[in-house]
């Protein structure tokens, strides 16, 4: 039988943490979501907030299923906070020592009955549940960007993940209304298996001059019927998290046709890092997007 999830933990309040809390407390979890700063949780909860608002605002959910959401969402700062949780799901920045040491100090205070995640993007499930005191009860649980609008949520067993823990995420996805798909512990698994790649490619055609950010953003958008061309996709996704998932190919398949693109490296070390940064293809700073190339 399934384990009992009640009381999720979210570390990390990032974009995607932000997203896993509010459909989390919105399929009626309690959530705790954790930060190692006061200000990202406060400035968490206001975007949760607006973003749920914008679903009354669609008829997608009632002002009263916002409200209480927002009552079902807690904060610490501390990963004590999070001892009673049944289920934490991690999802700091995609560095595997960040996410090593938040593990190790987690499971110091978590009960040893809870399940453990992660929502790397890239990362191998199994080298991050062995950074644990219980490998049968880690899982990679991997939701997309915008988490409130996209339907799949990837899961990922370990070498050592048990059924039952299996059984509990899937079960757990299922009440959150997404659809799953199962990927094999490989390198940045499905999604971004094929997606990276591709956007890795789309920087290399701005680098070697073939188009300019507008050219190729639109001619993805309107000759591919993408929703967001590949280089306001990848601002939007993070160039630091594109990067590091770009890596983690390139180390883990051994293969040169995952080399991050030159250009991508150089946004990165710039800061440059997308929307969360204000600056990336796209410069956000003004009224409209204007291309930084
Ligand atoms: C990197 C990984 O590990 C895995 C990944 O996630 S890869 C990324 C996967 N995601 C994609 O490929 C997304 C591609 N884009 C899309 O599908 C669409 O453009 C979209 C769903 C994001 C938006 O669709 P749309 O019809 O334009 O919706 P719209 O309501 O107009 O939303 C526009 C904006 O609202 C956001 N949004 C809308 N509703 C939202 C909600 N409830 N919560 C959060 N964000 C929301 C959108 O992200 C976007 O942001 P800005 O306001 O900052 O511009
Ligand atoms: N962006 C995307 O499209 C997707 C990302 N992911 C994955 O989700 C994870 C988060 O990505 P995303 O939300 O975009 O990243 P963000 O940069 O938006 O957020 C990461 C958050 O984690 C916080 N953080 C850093 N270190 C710690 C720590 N030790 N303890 C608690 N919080 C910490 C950061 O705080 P501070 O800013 O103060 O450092 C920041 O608030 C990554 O593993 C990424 O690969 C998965 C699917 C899609």
């Given amino acids: ?38 200000d990202q949780l406060n400035a968490a909860i206001a975007t949760i907030n607006a973003n749920l608002s914008r679903q009354v605002a669609k008829k997608i959910i ?43 100090d987690l499971c110091a205070v978590l009960k040893p009955e ?3 995640a992660s929502n790397t993007s ?8 062995a950074s644990t005191d219980r490998p049968e009860k880690f899982i990679g649980i991997h939701f997309m960007n915008p988490v409130p609008l996209m339907e799949l949520v990837e899961l990922i067993r370990g070498i ?7 059984d509990a995420a899937k079960e757990f996805v299922a009440k959150l209304g997404k659809q799953i ?12 298996r094929i997606l990276l790649p591709m956007i890795n490619e789309a920087i290399y055609t701005l680098y070697e001059g073939v188009g300019n950010v507008e050219a190729i953003d639109a001619a993805m958008r309107l000759g591919a019927h993408h929703p967001m061309g590949p280089l306001e996709l990848a601002d939007f996704i993070g160039l630091d998290t594109c990067l590091s998932i770009m890596q983690v190919l390139h180390e883990g398949l051994a293969d040169s046709k995952y ?6 490296v150089k946004y990165v070390e710039a800061g440059w890092l997308g929307r969360k940064s204000q600056r ?11 291309p930084t190339r």
């Fill in 259 to 264: 080399r991050p693109c030159p250009l991508l």
């Fill in 280 to 290: 990336g293809f796209y410069d956000y700073r003004g009224e409209k997007p204007v």
């Fill in 181 to 192: 798909a199962v990927s094999e512990d490989f390198p940045a698994f499905i999604v971004n």
């Fill in 62 to 104: 009632t002002d009263g299923d916002r409200e209480k959401a927002l009552t079902r969402i807690s904060q610490t700062e501390t990963l004590d906070g999070l001892a009673d949780c049944d289920l934490v799901i991690e999802t700091a920045v995609e560095k595997e020592d960040v996410k090593r040491k938040i593990f190790h």
């Fill in 1 to 38: 039988m399934a384990a009992m999830i009640r009381k999720v933990g979210v570390i990390g309040s990032g974009q995607m943490g932000n997203g896993i809390a509010h459909v989390t407390a919105l399929a009626g979890f309690d959530v705790v979501l954790n930060d190692v700063s006061a």
């Fill in 160 to 166: 050592a993940t048990g059924d039952a823990t299996f």
């Fill in 114 to 116: 809870a399940i453990v």
């Fill in 122 to 129: 890239s990362i191998s499930i199994t080298r991050l549940a």
